[in-house]
């Protein structure tokens, strides 16, 4: 069990809606990663928090925000949900920011949009 | 630009044959991390191994193994005997080096293993 729980584990929202997934990180890592997890592709990467500070972003658009709590628990916010958000999303703690650890990831939560 | 690329898509063997999982990666660090994951059906990402880039010691656990290989960036994963329990989507990644100022992970596209009884 790596301790890294998602909440909740399904969800089915409708086009133009705005989603809040939430993430509790592993105890004592600082640092949260999410993923957008489409259909038979490989994670790709959101966004990363580090000591509740944005610490990086992938291509996504400004649609896709998040937030990191002081327990280091973090939410991912999409707005204006369009069909291709549709995927699993996954979140991962790890107990540094750079590369030199392993990330360590939930359950994830499968969006639906309709 | 990072690239990740596993070439198999689907692989399928019969229990306890040995199979081997290909990847391959592209990358401009000298320092970088490569990654293997499985993803149960459960949908969780389960960490294997993690190896660095000044490190090309080929590593076995266990049924599985790992080849590392810096000349041809290759880091293939072989499981030995494989079981039915071994069924998954396996994922190669790749990190950037600690230096930089986020750590995220650039995944392939996975390879599912179907292992048959």
């Known amino acids: 069990e790596t301790g890294v729980t998602q909440s909740p584990t399904h969800l089915i929202k409708t086009r133009g809606q705005q989603v809040t997934l939430r993430c509790s990180s592993q105890?004592?890592?600082?640092?949260v990663s999410w993923y957008q997890q489409a259909l038979g592709q490989g994670p790709q990467f959101i966004f990363q928090?580090?000591?509740?500070?944005?610490?990086g972003r992938g291509n996504f658009p400004p649609r896709f925000s998040g937030l990191q709590f002081p327990n280091y628990s973090s939410e991912l916010n999409v707005n204006a949900l369009e069909l291709d958000d549709s995927a699993l999303y996954l979140c991962?703690?790890?107990?540094?920011?750079?590369?030199?650890?392993?990330?360590?990831f939930g359950q994830g939560t499968r969006l639906t949009v309709v | 630009a990072q690239k990740v690329t596993q070439a198999q898509t689907e692989i399928s063997v019969v229990e306890k044959e040995d199979v081997t999982l290909d990847c391959v990666y592209e990358?401009?660090?000298?320092?970088?991390?490569l990654f293997w994951y499985k993803q149960p059906p459960s949908g969780e990402l389960v960490f294997l191994i993690r190896?660095?880039?000044?490190?090309?010691q080929n590593e076995i656990s266990g049924r599985y193994s790992w080849n590392f290989q810096k000349s041809t960036s290759s880091f293939n994963f072989t499981i030995t005997a494989s079981q039915v329990v071994d069924s998954a989507v396996y994922f190669c990644?790749?990190?950037?080096?600690?230096?930089?100022?986020?750590?995220?992970?650039?995944f392939g596209s996975g390879t599912r293993l179907s292992i048959r009884p």
């Open positions: 105890s004592g890592h600082n640092t």
């Open positions: 928090y580090y000591r509740e500070e944005e610490n």
């Open positions: 990358t401009r660090d000298t320092t970088y991390y």
């Open positions: 991962a703690s790890s107990p540094l920011r750079g590369g030199d650890t392993e990330a360590f």
């Open positions: 990644a790749l990190s950037e080096s600690w230096y930089s100022s986020a750590s995220k992970i650039i």
């Open positions: 190896r660095n880039s000044f490190d090309e």
